[in-house]
């Protein structure tokens, strides 16, 4: 375990960076995610089409693919970009397709009759998805939106191949001057599982807290 303790430092500057790019591809997935969602439900038929079009693609290329594109096609096209930033906006992009497709199912779920109750008070669509479905909607899908986050988590692994010093990268690092592959990929994936497990038991706490609350209105 020398390796682990001699280098504590580095693993934790590691594991801070590969924090940022989650908590940031995270942020920008939820809000992208949301307003796609929001487009596929929407009375616009180009935005519909728009919106199906975006999960089509950002749900089935693999999140490296889109990294090395943005971080070396983007580029050439004379559009510059940091690696961390190519790695944050490729997650970004791959998880807001997931994230689409968890609250548009949120929003199905909101029964008809809010929606047409808010209809009937003469209210408008911006205010009706804003006001009445969007709340209940993310709060009916809290579970799904917390694996998403963990998928950002581990999709951060990937960032090691363009050269971004996260967790991982790190790892290899260690495991090269080192040549201890088992201790040091063991620790990196009992990191990430401490992490994951961590969101999830926010998230049943979150999903805890909302049941109660809406019992004790009812």
Sequence with gaps: ????????????????????????????ALAVG???AIFRVGPIPPLRALGAAWVAVACNIPTLCLMILAAFAAPRAGVP?????????????????????????????VPRGQIEAARALGMRFGAIIGQVVLPQALARVIQPLVNIFISCLIGSSLTAAIGVRELTSVTQQLNLLYAEAV??????GLIYLALAFAATRLGHALERRLENSRGASA
């Excluded at 690696?83 to 497709?101: H, Q, T, Y």
């Excluded at 201790?183 to 990196?188: A, E, I």
Aim: with cysteine.
């Design 34 to 36: 949301t307003m796609i």
């Design 183 to 188: 201790v040091c990929f063991l620790v990196s």
């Design 81 to 109: 970009i940091s690696l961390f930033w190519a790695a944050v906006l490729a997650i970004v992009f791959s998880a807001s397709g997931f994230v689409c497709e968890a609250v548009r199912s949120g929003i199905n779920s």
């Design 1 to 28: 375990m020398h390796v682990i303790l001699d280098n504590l430092g580095l693993i934790g500057e590691g594991l801070r960076t590969t924090l940022i790019i989650s908590l940031l591809a995270y942020a920008g």
